[in-house]
């Protein structure tokens, strides 16, 4: 069965920048849509970034636009998130997710809930 299995979390600084990365295995890497969402504490999971097959088209959430980058490297089967300026705020469970039904604007619209394969998660902790 499809895993995927993020890494890159860890402690930085505000304004400071981090990479996470999600491993995908057991599948076809290019028939998912791929992306992040993740869940700051005492919060719900919320929608962070996605990425078509190609990368070719990408959607990201409000927190999201203008500080963090989603790609992907289908040779690797490896997605990875680029986050800059980060703040106090994007404290969070990362979670790396896949989905072979919805495109990233559906992801949006319809919620965690309503994709199919999750990671573990990575905290990613902002803090001077």
């Known amino acids: 069965q499809v895993q995927l299995v993020e890494s890159g979390g860890g402690l930085v600084q505000p304004g400071g920048s981090l990479r996470l990365s999600c491993v995908f295995s057991g599948g076809t890497f290019s028939d998912y849509v791929v992306g992040w969402f993740r869940q700051p504490p005492g919060k719900e999971r919320e929608f962070v970034a996605a990425?078509?097959?190609?990368?070719?088209?990408?959607d990201y959430g409000d927190s999201a636009l203008d500080r963090f980058m989603i790609s992907r490297d289908n040779v690797k089967a490896t997605v990875y998130l680029q986050m800059n300026n980060l703040k106090p705020e994007d404290t969070a469970v990362y979670y790396c997710?896949?989905?072979?039904?919805?495109?990233?604007?559906?992801?949006?619209?319809?919620?965690?809930?309503?994709?199919?394969?999750w990671g573990q998660g990575t905290l990613v902790t902002v803090s001077s």
């Open positions: 997710a896949a989905d072979e039904r919805f495109g990233g604007s559906s992801w949006r619209r319809l919620g965690y809930k309503y994709v199919e394969i």
């Open positions: 990425s078509s097959w190609n990368g070719g088209n990408t």
